[in-house]
């Protein structure tokens, strides 16, 4: 069989140049207004010079164009996790029960499950570690059940604290707890 590839796009990637990335002074989550050109095209020259280590020039004379994708913010991390506990919630609400994540459990989640060198793919494994197995065991020992909303929170001393809605507004009726 012939195969034509014409009208093909080929996409491959790769983690070669993750550690330039963390080179120029901060480490994991990249700030807002740290997209500046001279940094960006350092990175870039880091890159190419890594490529050209690692593959040989006949194969990097036939790629058309690298394109090196930047660190991704904590905010665009936090969406992912937004994103991602969207999908557990569904999971949920087909048993009639809601879940809600305060921000600094929002905050944790997304520290934790952010590696500069491998981005928000280890997200997937820190919720199901982190939220999926603790609220499945606790939904199997009975502690929620269909109608509740359970509010997930994070603190210093416990970790992820998994709290009935009603429970947090009995505990805490003088303060001012604001739940997304």
């Known amino acids: 069989h012939n195969v034509d590839f014409t009208n093909t796009v080929v ?12 080179k120029g002074g901060t480490l994991g989550f990249r700030q807002q207004g740290d997209q500046g050109t001279f940094e960006d095209s350092r990175i870039k020259t880091d890159v190419h010079d890594a490529l050209r280590k690692h593959f040989r020039p006949q194969f990097l004379n036939r790629i058309d164009e690298i394109i090196i994708f930047h660190t991704l913010t904590k905010e665009q991390v936090s969406l992912i996790v937004d994103l991602q506990m969207k999908e ?50 606790r939904l199997l020992r009975g502690e929620f059940k269909e109608g509740d909303t359970i509010v997930i929170d994070y603190n210093e001393s416990e970790g992820l604290v998994f709290v009935k809605k009603e429970e947090l507004m009995v505990e805490m009726p003088a303060t001012n707890v604001e739940i997304e």
């Open 88 to 137: 557990i919630a569904e999971r949920l609400g087909d048993h009639g029960i809601t879940i809600e994540l305060t921000d600094a459990a929002r905050d944790w989640v997304a520290d934790q499950g952010y590696d500069p060198a491998f981005g928000a793919r280890p997200l997937r494994r820190t919720l199901q570690k982190q939220v999926e197995s603790p609220l499945s065991v």
């Open 11 to 22: 996409i491959m990637t790769s983690n070669l140049g993750t550690a330039f990335g963390a």
